[in-house]
């Protein structure tokens, strides 16, 4: 199910990827900046709060793809091999029940590439350090997954798993992730990759 904030503009382009680029810098607090980071092939913060961010393991995350019927932007951040699924923020107080299977994040920035960037590598094909890559794509219209929707296909994938292959299986990254500040983040972009 998606659900679409009254705030979130709908953004009209000529291309899905430019509606998605434009939607996805509009959260931006100098849109222009984020533009100018994209078109030098770098990352753009973007703050949360208009959406939250589910953070998971791969793992779980690229499988809870896979099994939602639709789904709204989805990043994968291949080095620190964590998936961050764009939620609608809840609008009743989140169930229990799903913690340890990843983050619920509702403030700090996200480093996100631009809609449409292949994930940078080295020449030699390997993922250059803070790589990410759209799963799912924003595609400029707003639409978001409810949070207990993606909350609730990673409960179910991380019983199945765990039932299977046991827990070391899930954990992964869940809980070495950390949210970052916008100051963190601007120092770490400045870092030569």
């Known amino acids: 199910m998606y659900a679409v904030s009254p705030t979130m503009p709908t953004m009209p382009a000529t291309s899905t990827v430019d509606a998605g680029r434009s939607w996805l810098a509009y959260w931006s607090p100098d849109p222009g900046e984020c533009l100018a980071a994209w078109d030098g092939g770098g990352l753009a913060a973007i703050p949360m709060g208009a959406f939250w961010v589910v953070q998971t393991s791969a793992t779980l995350g690229l499988r809870a793809v896979q099994v939602l019927p639709q789904c709204g932007p989805v990043l994968h951040s291949v080095v620190g091999a964590t998936v961050e699924f ?9 169930r229990s029940g799903w913690r340890g299977i990843g983050r619920v994040l509702d403030r700090g920035v996200l480093p996100c590439p631009a809609p449409g960037a292949a994930a940078p590598s080295t020449p030699g094909g390997l993922p250059v350090r803070r790589a990410a890559k759209w799963v799912v794509e924003p595609d400029g219209s707003g639409r978001l997954l409810a949070l207990d929707e993606v909350l609730g296909a990673l409960s179910e994938d991380y019983e ?5 292959d046991g827990e070391r299986e899930c954990a992964g990254a ?12 601007l120092r770490a972009a400045r870092r030569p990759v």
């Open 160 to 164: 199945r798993v765990v039932a299977r």
């Open 86 to 94: 764009l939620v609608a923020p809840p609008t009743a107080p989140l």
């Open 174 to 185: 869940v809980g070495s992730a950390r949210p970052l500040a916008a100051g963190a983040f």
